[in-house]
């Protein structure tokens, strides 16, 4: 059988060559992110224009956050120094190309909290300029770029404003790591609590915002039931008005809310697959047209104020994300483009949702991405660990899916308990369990896919960002003999440190780290036996580490005391330090230069294909 072609990695991981179309508030512009000078920027053109002129020009990270401003004329985007997460708001004027920095505080991370169409010249952001650790709302003129605070943060975690800009709702954490959901008719008025949950429930609440009239609040929350379900909630007692949608194993991943009626159109859910169900009459035959346009999942980027025009994408597991504008009223789509085209000249793999069932019990799901053009057996492996870890894994196109499958490797991965998406006893089950029983799934996956003859025993690689780093280092140290060799990148090794150096913003959730990992006051003992750094003298496997050195969330330290541990032991080690990254790899030079070293990494430790660099880049 004919080997199946290299798909180069700039290929893989380079920047897009165009991602994340919006539509303008009045339909007849779309923007979008695309290299200028190997650089991500916003572009705009009027729909059908084949050129469309770059709006902005970073010439450093590349933008990635950005949207239109309600009165046509200005977008806002968002952009951090060097990954250190503290965000600016910048506005762009469409008209006159001048880009404003309306946020210039140092040490300062500011966020979008609110735009409506109703109040196009204003918007709601959250600052963290008077205390780091809470952010504060403030009305933010766009045109001038002028502040007023209008909400004080007392401890919030999240806020909920009305349709017309005020800030009616909020998400407070409670001592004991819950949530309680408090709400106010005016700004001037006293908060209520309405809803208020326990720690088992956290993660799993969440309010989405208030219906037309502003007296139901939509919610998310799994109190009573196992997973997350929309209900709206009567915003002045908390009394279950309607429940919207449920289901009794997965959470609601998320809600369509029209823009005007503050309707529920659509609810979904993140089954193997992506999943809508349609509540809103209205949209049913939108959606079972866009059902016909790709075998993808579909999710609606953005509409315009006229709800006539919707721009779509469908994510696929073996091709580049497709996007289409929708014309409700034809109930035809548009072609616009593919996010990474050069893909389709290229063979994909498949990627297949699996199951099993863990050794105390537990359905555990994940995905598998075969190399194409081989037979299924006795496979080089790697596990590829997701970070959070309260995320989950999701089927469709995975850039690093595809790049292991392409080099001949079996990808799996695996939505270990404390996962999120799958109800509250699933993610539950996942506390106080780092390095434990959610350790154990990932081995029980490795142990499936071994008994079904998939993988080879010897040859199986553990590797993973954020917790998934800290995951292929539980496996070099607390399981070194399931794996031929480890790749981490930004994980913890000293979970004590890592609770001790969290963001200042994140202070207000500390409760949920405590409870759900461990408390460095109480349980020192407890998290360091957790930690790989306990264990470095079971390493024997060969590692590669990469770390961001302006990384907010899991700092330099936590690679550099085991790098530290290691080079003092003699244990093989290779280690990559980016000086002008933070959490992962922004600079598409950086990231292609990590997969090209953990890519010669896994093929000698693993015996997969390799891209030869360019001569002129050969060390």
């Not at 309600?70 to 060097?82: A, E, T, W």
């Not at 210039?104 to 650790?133: E, M, S, T, Y």
């Not at 930004?490 to 994140?506: A, C, Q």
Request: with cysteine; net charge negative.
């Amino acid at each position: 059988m004919a080997e199946t072609q290299l798909i180069p990695r700039d290929v893989l991981f380079g920047n897009p060559e165009k991602a994340m179309p919006t539509i303008s508030p009045d339909g007849r512009r779309i923007a979008y992110i695309a290299p200028l000078d190997g650089v991500l920027n916003v572009f705009v053109g009027e729909i059908g224009v084949p050129e469309p002129e770059p709006v902005t020009r970073d010439t450093d990270r590349g933008i990635r956050m950005y949207t239109w401003a309600h009165d046509n004329r200005h977008l806002l985007y968002l952009q951090d120094s060097g990954g250190d997460e503290n965000w600016h708001i910048h506005r762009v004027d469409l008209e006159t190309r001048e880009t404003v920095d309306l946020t210039p505080f140092d040490n300062v991370q500011a966020q979008v909290v609110k735009l409506d169409k109703r109040h196009p010249n204003d918007a709601l952001i959250g600052i963290n300029k008077d205390n780091p650790q809470l952010h504060d709302v403030y009305r933010l003129d766009i045109a001038s770029g002028e502040l007023t605070k209008v909400a004080e943060n007392p401890g919030f975690i999240g806020w909920v404003a009305d349709d017309e800009l005020q800030v009616r709702g909020a998400a407070a954490p409670t001592p004991d790591g819950g949530i309680v959901v408090v709400t106010r008719e005016t700004e001037d008025a006293e908060w209520k609590p309405i809803l208020q949950v326990g720690q088992e429930d956290a993660l799993t609440t969440s309010p989405l915002g208030f219906d037309a009239d502003g007296k139901g609040m939509y919610v998310i929350s799994s109190a009573g039931v196992n997973a997350g379900r929309l209900v709206r909630l009567d915003a002045a007692t908390g009394e279950v008005l309607e429940v919207i949608a449920e289901d009794p194993t997965y959470d609601v991943g998320g809600a369509m809310i029209h823009a005007d009626t503050r309707k529920v159109q659509a609810v979904a859910f993140l089954r193997d697959r992506l999943e809508w169900q349609v509540i809103d009459e209205d949209v049913r035959a939108d959606f079972e047209g866009l059902a016909q346009v790709s075998r993808g999942d579909m999710g609606i980027g953005g509409r315009d104020h006229a709800d006539r025009t919707w721009l779509v994408g469908f994510t696929l597991d073996d091709g580049p994300v497709e996007y289409y504008s929708w014309d409700r009223e034809t109930k035809q789509a548009t072609f616009l483009f593919h996010q990474r085209p050069e893909l389709r000249q290229y063979t994909l793999a498949k990627m297949e949702p699996f199951s099993f069932t863990s050794r105390d019990g537990l359905t555990i799901h994940g995905y598998l991405t075969f190399p194409t053009g081989v037979e299924r057996q006795n496979l080089p492996t790697v596990l590829n660990v997701h970070g959070g870890p309260w995320a989950r894994d999701t089927w469709g196109f995975n850039p690093e899916a595809q790049w292991f499958a392409n080099r001949g490797y079996l990808c799996v991965q695996v939505n270990y308990r404390g996962s999120t998406g799958y109800g509250k006893e699933f993610v539950n089950a996942g506390d106080r369990e780092w390095a434990g029983k959610m350790h154990d799934d990932l081995i029980d996956a490795v142990e499936h896919i071994v008994e079904k003859g998939y993988a080879d025993r010897e040859r199986v690689a553990i590797y993973g960002g954020s917790y998934g780093g800290y995951a292929a280092l539980v496996g070099a140290t607390f399981t070194p003999d399931v794996f031929r060799c480890a790749v981490d990148i930004v994980g913890p090794s000293n979970l004590k440190t890592l609770i001790e150096s969290v963001p200042p913003y994140w202070a207000p959730m500390i409760a949920q780290f405590h409870t759900r990992v461990g408390n460095p006051e109480t349980d020192e003992e407890f998290l360091w036996s957790r930690s790989p750094l306990s264990r470095v003298d079971e390493i024997k496997i060969p590692m590669l580490i990469a770390q961001g050195a302006n990384d907010p969330r899991v700092k330099q330290a936590e690679s550099e005391q085991i790098v530290a541990a290691m080079t003092e032991k003699g244990i093989e080690h290779d280690y990559m330090l980016f000086e002008d990254e933070g959490h992962g790899f922004a600079k598409p030079e950086n990231r292609l230069k990590f997969y090209g070293a953990a890519e010669r990494f896994l093929a000698r430790n693993l015996g997969g294909r390799y891209e030869e660099p360019p001569t002129d880049l050969k060390e």
